[in-house]
C-alpha cells in the first residue's frame, strides 16, 4: 500500500478540531483533504477504510539515542527506527554521544548514511559540541552571519553537564565561542557540571535511589537553563532546552525566555513522579531525573500554556542487565520511543489533555520548532507522514511487545490506548496492527526503502 493512497472514514485531527472524513495522498503528498468525506477511489488507489480510527500527521520525535555507531548491544538506527514506526513516530532527530562521539560533518554523514539504508523514518542528526570543535560545528551548520543548513543535520547539541558518554562543555570560554560563532539551533543538555561535582561527595555512598533527584537537584537544572538563555541571548542565537524536567524551570523559562527559547518536556515527567521512581526502581533512572509530583503539576501547567512547546522521549536504551545492577551502578536512560504516543494519548483519553493538544506538541511544534519543511500537519502539499491511532482499545503493553533492541519499556504492566494501526511515511505503510492481534504489530516496510534527511530551514 504506497504511491496512491485513499484514507477513508477517519476522524481528522486538525490544528483545531477533529472532523469525520476522507484524506488522499499521491506522490508521497497530502494532496486532499476533504472534512466530511466524500472522495471517491480513482484508478489504481489503494483504499484504508478508517473507520473508528483518528488520523494523526505522523509524530515527530526531536530527542532520540540510537546508539549508532558503537553500542549495538543497546541500539542501532535500524533497530530504533523500527521501534519508531511502531510507535507511530515518521521522523526522528538523533543524538552524537555516540562511541566514538558524531562531532564532524563526516561522522554525521556516517550516521545518515546508515539510516538511509537500515530506516524506515525522515531522520535527522545532531553534531556534538567539544570545547574545540567550532570549525566542525561552522561545517555543518555554518556561521551567524551566513547559516548553511545541512540536509540531515538538525542543529548542535551541548551537554551542559555529565551524561551518557564523554561530550562535555561547561566552561564558559567554551560555551561563549559555540553560541558566538556557529549557526543554526543549540539544543542543551541543562545540568550545571560545578555543582554536580560540589555535591557529589555528600549522596557517593547513597544506594537510595531517592539519591538521584536529590543530587541532580531542580537548582542544578535551573542554573545550567538560566546560563544557557543567557548566553542565547547575549548571542542572538536560537537555543532549544532539552528534556525540561523541573517546575522552577518551567515557571522561569514562563517569565524569561522570549523568542529565541523554545523547550520540551518528555512523556516520563509527564506521568511518572517519585513514588514510581521508588515502586520501579533503576528502570525509571534517567538524566535528569524523574521528578516529584509537584513538578510534574507545574510542567503540565506550563505546556497547556505554551511555555513547553513539545513532547520528546529521550529515548535511551540501556540493557536490563545493566539496569539489574541496581542504584547507583545502574546506567541513566530508558527506552521510550514506541509508547511516547500512546502515552500521551492515554492521557488525553483520561481528560489531561486533548487529542488535537497531543498533534500539536508531537507533530506540528517539533517540525516548527527545527524548521521541517512541509512536516506536522494534516495539510494539503504537506508530506503524507500519517498515523492512525484506535482510541477506543486498550492494551497493557508489556515488555515482550517491543521492538527496541534492549526488549523494554518503563511502562511494561500499564494499560494504554491510542495505539497506531498503520504508521505511514510518504505515503506508503511502515507498521500495523490488527484489532486484537499481538500489540507488538507488524514491521512492512523493507529497511531503506521508506525515509530520507529531513530538511531544516
Known sequence: ???RLLIQNASLVLS????????????????????????????????????GLHLLPGAIDPQVHFREPGQPDREDIGSGSRAAAAGGVTAF??????????????????????????????????IGATPDNVSDLQDAVGTPDAPSPTDGICGIKVFMGSSTGDLLVHQQKHLENI????GGIIATHAE?????????????HRTDIAAHA????????????QRASALAKDHDHRLHVLHLTTGIEADWLAANKGDLITTETCPQHLTFDENDVERIGTRLKMNPPIRYATDRETLWKRLKDGTIECIATDHAPHT????????????SGMPGVETSLPCMLTHAADGMCSVVDVARWMCEAPARVYGMQNKGRLVEGYDADLVLVDMDAR?????SDTWTRVGWTPFAGRELTGWPMYTIVDGQVVHKRVADGPLRGTAVAAPGSAGRPLKFS
Open 1 to 3: 500500500m504506497s504511491g
Open 16 to 51: 483545531d478540531r477533529i472532523v469525520e472524513g476522507d484524506l488522499r495522498v499521491a506522490d508521497t503528498q497530502i494532496v486532499k483533504v476533504a472534512p466530511g468525506g466524500g472522495l471517491s477511489p480513482e484508478e489504481s488507489e489503494s483504499i484504508l477504510d478508517a473507520t
Open 93 to 126: 532527530l538523533d543524538m552524537p554521544n555516540n562511541v566514538p562521539a558524531a562531532t564532524t560533518l563526516a561522522s554525521i554523514q556516517s550516521k545518515i548514511d546508515s539510516a538511509g539504508r537500515n530506516g524506515v523514518n525522515h531522520h535527522g542528526f545532531f
Open 179 to 182: 553560541f558566538a560563532n556557529t
Open 192 to 204: 550545571d557540571e560545578d555543582r554536580l561535582n560540589a555535591r557529589w561527595p555528600e549522596f557517593e
Open 214 to 225: 536529590e543530587w541532580r537537584d531542580e537548582t542544578t537544572a535551573l542554573l545550567a537553563t
Open 320 to 331: 536490563l542487565e545493566n539496569k539489574a545492577l541496581g542504584f547507583p551502578t545502574a546506567h
Open 395 to 399: 492494551r497493557v503493553v508489556q515488555d
